[in-house]
């Protein structure tokens, strides 16, 4: 069952790992992705209400990026509100919780839009380039709006004002080369519990950004 049949391009079964792409809601299977990476801790199917708006978990990905031959990874729930068909994201980084929204370029004073200046700013807050790097899917379950692949790449270019933050994503594929913004907001795990209604999330014992 799809979450949105008429925005959804790739869906990948969580439970064989057959990929499909989506056209007008029917399935054309494409490959079958080698299972691997951690499992969502909030189902995939799962309703929550964050911020008054109903959600339910639609995707399922593992992100990594590297820095000094070493590895970090996190992982990001993809959620669709089926009253405004619209996306958010969800992210989990160590523990740490963060709701995450698209935030459009318009709202975004940046002085190098094809680069990464040392700050923008965006409704009145001034945000401090935290990292500047190339996220890469490792693994990926669920329904998504883009022809998503393990492997994957973007730059991505955070910003952050805490309890905030911004990222600055390029994507560049045959489709894109567009440069898109997304607002995040911390999230405590009582709070994503809330939301979701589980219990049992752990605690990170760990500063976050």
């Known amino acids: 069952t799809l979450v949105a049949p008429d925005q959804s391009e790739r869906v990948v079964c969580p439970h064989c790992g057959a990929a499909h792409d989506v056209s007008a809601g029917n399935l054309q299977y494409l490959k079958t992705l080698k299972r691997h990476g951690p499992q969502p801790v909030v189902p995939l199917g799962s309703n929550g209400t964050i911020g008054g ?75 401090a380039i935290f990292q500047d790097a190339v996220a890469t899917v490792e693994s990926v379950i669920g329904e998504f709006y883009w022809k998503v692949e393990t492997g994957e790449q973007a730059r991505a ?12 994503e390029f994507a560049d594929t045959a489709e894109s080369h567009e440069v898109s913004y997304s607002l995040a907001r911390y999230m405590p795990p009582e709070e994503v519990e809330t939301a979701f209604g589980i219990t049992g999330l752990p605690r990170s014992t760990k500063l976050g950004t």
């Open 53 to 127: 708006e109903a959600y339910v978990v639609a995707g399922y990905m593992q992100r990594s990026v590297t820095f000094d031959n070493e590895k970090f990874y996190w992982t990001e729930y993809l959620l669709f509100a089926s009253r405004t068909k619209s996306f958010a994201w969800l992210v989990d980084d160590e523990d740490h919780w963060s709701f995450v929204v698209p935030l459009s370029a318009g709202d975004v004073e940046d002085s190098e839009p094809a680069g990464a200046a040392t700050r923008i700013v965006a409704h009145q807050t001034t945000f």
């Open 157 to 168: 270019v955070d910003y952050i004002a805490p309890p905030e933050g911004i990222t600055k």
